[in-house]
């Protein structure tokens, strides 16, 4: 079995950490959090996160399913 | 004059803390790898680290130094030897890169960073037995070229870490990359993400993408 890395469990790094670290720019980070934050979204229902990708932007107040049948249709 | 020495002190604990949340990563660049890339920064991200690669090294550096010196900045270390074939570019060669860096880390563990923890990882189960057989005694991870596999052996690599990310919660990152790549890469003017700023902005993002994700 291979062995596991010895962590030494200091606290997590955050986003302004890794931007510092990788020389990100303070502006780009800001874009890129923001570029996040449009995308992650909590289920209010089920407590879950949510990721929106571009293809699935229904907002969420909009109807989510496509009405197929006539009948249904017919029925509302 | 006494108050200039905190300052010192500060920006000291401020180096240890980025070294201990980096991890090298040494994976092959190129197209086919381009999923499982994302994967190990998703899944480096989700357990609260910071990823570093060569990739970050300017042109014009002299390589070898800043190589060492990343390796060196880095408490943790993967090293992903899953490409020994030979590419399709003639004169046909097999990538050296990779066993070299892992052969620099290893003599780095050894002489001047005790506390330095690496690992390697595999594609195919005990290929590295013959490719690299002075390694035996050291089990790679085999993630069998895929996503998921990926997750899961960093879950078995990570498993002392605070931060105990679900598969899901390092897919969901791993999606938020894959959504916002195409912007990342056309401001660029790249066509891949084996490029610094490409590299750098994915980490940002995946690193943010953790944090909202992982409550802890």
């Known amino acids: 079995m291979a062995h596991p890395i010895r962590v030494d469990n200091s606290r997590p790094a955050t986003v302004r950490d890794t931007a510092r670290l990788l020389g990100v720019s303070k502006s780009r980070t800001d874009e890129l959090i923001r570029a996040v934050r449009r995308m992650i979204h909590k289920d209010d229902r089920t407590g879950e996160f949510v990721i929106r990708t571009k293809n699935s932007a229904r907002n969420g107040s909009t109807k989510a399913r496509k009405t197929n049948s006539k009948r249904r249709k017919a029925s509302r | ?216």
């Open chain 2, 1 to 216: 004059m006494a108050a200039r020495k905190p300052a010192k002190r500060i920006r000291n604990v401020a180096k240890l803390r980025a070294k201990d949340s980096s991890v090298f990563l040494n994976v092959p660049y190129d197209a086919a790898f381009e999923n499982l890339l994302l994967a190990y920064i998703a899944a480096i991200s989700a357990y609260g680290f910071s990823p570093r690669a060569t990739l970050e090294i300017p042109f014009g550096q002299r390589r070898l130094d800043r190589i060492l010196t990343l390796i060196h900045q880095s408490q943790y270390s993967i090293h992903d030897l899953s490409r020994v074939q030979l590419d399709r570019k003639t004169p046909t060669t097999p990538r050296f890169n990779m066993p070299f860096e892992l052969g620099l880390t290893v003599a780095l563990e050894r002489t001047a960073h005790p506390d330095h923890s690496w690992i390697v990882c595999e594609t195919v189960r005990r290929r590295i037995n013959k490719s690299l057989s002075d390694l035996d005694g050291t089990d790679p991870y085999i993630h069998g070229g895929t996503i998921a596999g990926v997750f899961r052996e960093m879950g078995n690599a990570f498993v002392g870490s605070r931060r105990q990310p679900t598969v899901t919660e390092m897919s969901q990152i791993y999606r938020v990359l894959r959504t916002q790549i195409p912007s990342v890469l056309k401001r660029a003017g790249a066509h891949d993400p084996f490029n610094a700023r490409v590299f750098k902005e994915l980490c940002v993002l995946a690193s943010t993408a953790a944090n909202e994700l992982i409550q802890i």
